[in-house]
C-alpha cells in the first residue's frame, strides 16, 4: 500500500553482553501507515524500546529490515521526533529553549523557531510558562514540554516511550486527551510505547502486540472506536470488551521462568 509510512520487516536485535547474546527482537513485523496512532503493547522487557531505538536510527539491528517512507534507516533522521520516557529537560535551560533544542541542533531558523515554539507551548498549554525553568514544573507539565520539544522541527514520524509511565492517574488522563487533541490537530503518525493496555486502546487506530522477549508481533488490532475520544469512552461496553480480549491475550503472554 502506498500510504504505508514505516515498514518493519522480520526484524532482530541481539545485544552482546559480558553473561552472552540477548535475544531482544527475533522476525518482528510491523507497519504503520501515514497520519496512523499505532500503539506497540508487550510485557516488560519483550523489547519495545529496542524497536523504538531502532526506527529512531539509535541502534542497527542484527537482522531484517526497517524502512521510513521507502528508504532504509541508517541513523537519526530530521524527520523523526523522539519523547522519551522522562522528559529529559536542560534544567539549566528554560522551558522554550528547551524546545528549542532540535532547532538549534539542525541548524534551523531560530527566529521562526521561537514563534513555533510559541505555539506549541499554547498548543499544550503552557505559553505562561515559557520563560520558567524545568524545576518549576510538574512531572506532568515537564513531560508536555517533552512533546513540544519533539515535534518542533516538525517530523513526519513522532516516537514516544511509555512517555506517561511516571505520571499519577489524573495526570495520565489528562495526557492521553491532550496527545489525541495534538495528533488530531498537527496528523503526524505516531508510534506509541506501552505497557498500559486501557492507554493504548485509548489513544490507537492500531495495535501490535508484542510477545515475551524475543519480542515479535503476535497480534494486530484495529481499534474502531470513534473519535474524539473522551473519558465517557472508557465507559463504553466496546472499550472495555477490547480491554477484556487484551488482557487475555497477557494472561497467557507473561509468565516468569
Ligand atoms: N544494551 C543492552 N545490552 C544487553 N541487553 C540489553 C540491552 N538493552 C536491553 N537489553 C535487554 O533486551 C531486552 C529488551 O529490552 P527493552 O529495553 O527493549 O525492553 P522493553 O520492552 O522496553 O521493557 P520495559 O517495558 O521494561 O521498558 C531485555 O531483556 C533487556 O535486558
Ligand atoms: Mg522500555
Request: hydrophobic share 45%; net charge neutral; aromatic share 6%.
Amino acid at each position: 500500500m502506498s500510504d504505508i509510512l514505516l515498514q518493519a520487516d522480520k526484524l532482530a536485535v541481539t545485544y552482546t553482553s559480558t553473561r552472552g547474546p540477548v535475544v531482544a527482537l527475533q522476525d518482528l513485523s510491523t507497519r504503520l501507515h501515514q497520519g496512523e496512532f499505532l500503539s506497540v503493547l508487550g510485557p516488560s522487557g519483550c523489547g519495545k524500546s529496542t524497536l523504538l531505538k531502532v526506527v529512531a536510527g539509535l541502534l542497527r539491528p542484527s537482522g531484517g529490515s526497517v524502512t521510513l517512507a521507502g528508504a532504509p534507516i541508517t541513523g537519526p533522521r530530521p524527520d523523526v521526533g523522539i519523547v522519551f520516557q522522562q522528559p529529559t529537560l536542560l534544567p539549566w535551560q528554560t522551558v522554550l529553549d528547551n524546545v528549542l533544542l532540535p532547532v538549534r541542533t539542525l541548524g534551523m531558523d531560530l527566529a521562526a523557531g521561537r514563534d513555533k515554539a510559541m505555539q506549541l507551548l499554547k498548543l499544550v498549554g503552557l505559553d505562561k510558562f515559557a520563560r520558567h525553568y524545568p524545576n518549576e514544573l510538574s512531572g506532568g507539565m515537564q513531560q508536555r514540554v517533552g512533546i513540544a520539544r519533539g515535534i518542533i522541527h516538525d517530523p513526519t514520524l513522532l516516537l514516544m516511550d511509555e512517555p506517561f509511565a511516571a505520571l499519577d492517574a489524573m495526570t495520565r488522563e489528562h495526557m492521553m486527551l491532550e496527545l489525541q487533541r495534538i495528533w488530531m490537530a498537527t496528523g503526524k503518525s505516531v508510534v506509541f510505547i506501552t505497557h498500559s493496555i486501557p492507554e493504548a486502546v485509548f489513544l490507537s487506530d492500531r495495535i501490535a502486540v508484542l510477545s515475551a522477549r524475543p519480542g515479535r508481533t503476535i497480534r494486530e488490532v484495529e481499534i474502531d472506536l470513534p473519535r474524539p475520544r473522551t473519558l465517557a469512552t472508557m465507559a463504553d461496553p466496546r472499550f472495555t470488551e477490547i480491554c477484556n480480549e487484551l488482557r487475555a491475550l497477557f494472561t497467557d503472554l507473561v509468565k516468569f521462568d
